[in-house]
């Protein structure tokens, strides 16, 4: 199954991606979390990324398209992915689909996650995230069990730099005007499907499952 999860920022794209990952054992691929590793190492590509990341902008199209057409060809992919934050724009879209003919794949189902903005801003701002294995958590909705410890591995949490409130606001605009165009792109592809995600956590999981038919 080749998934994509659509959605604003904080609208749960990590954390069910996370849990469906696991349920159907197929990798989950985050465009974030792969520019985030990069900045942590300091390579080229991650200093450029990370001024635009602070700035809440988008790293430029073919960066990421680039990433994600090497992260598609590992082997853990032959029985499918979720791309998580990939794509965010028309031209992104374009890009995998192409990719993705060259390897004899298309993508089968589009989960859009549809939340309000005063949620977003609220989720996001009690975001908490593991530097190292990149769960998060959400200080009132989500928390780990020990204060800002990762219950699964141990590290202790942070705050994301681009979670502070001036950035996000900027993100959601970046959403509206660079991805939200993506909601009609898949409904015309046949493969949109869309979600309450302002319900529960365990309830928005429980629909994508019955949507994937498992
Ligand atoms: P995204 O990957 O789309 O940016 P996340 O999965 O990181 O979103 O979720 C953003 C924040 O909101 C996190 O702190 C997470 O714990 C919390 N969260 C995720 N889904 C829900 C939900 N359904 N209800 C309440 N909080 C949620
Ligand atoms: P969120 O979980 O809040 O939606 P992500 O972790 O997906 O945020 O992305 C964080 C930042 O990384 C984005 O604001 C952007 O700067 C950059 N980024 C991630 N994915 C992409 C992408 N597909 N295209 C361009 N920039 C991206
Ligand atoms: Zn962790």
Redesign the pocket.
Known sequence: MNLILL?????G??TQAKMIAQHLGIPQV????M??AAVKEGTPMGLK?KA??DA??????E??VGI?RERLQKDDCVNGFIL??????VA?ADALQSNLADLGKSINMVISLEVDNEAVVER?SGRRTCPDCGRMYHVQFDPPESADTCGECGSALIQ?D??REATVRK?LD?YAQQTAPLVEYYNNAGLLKSIDGMQAIQTVQAEILQALGC
């Open positions: 959605g604003p920022p904080g609208s794209k990590g985050s465009t974030g979390d520019l985030r990324a635009m990341m809440g902008a988008l790293v430029p199209d960066v990421v994600v998580d934050g990939f794509p965010r724009t992104q996001i994301r681009d979670d993100r970046v």
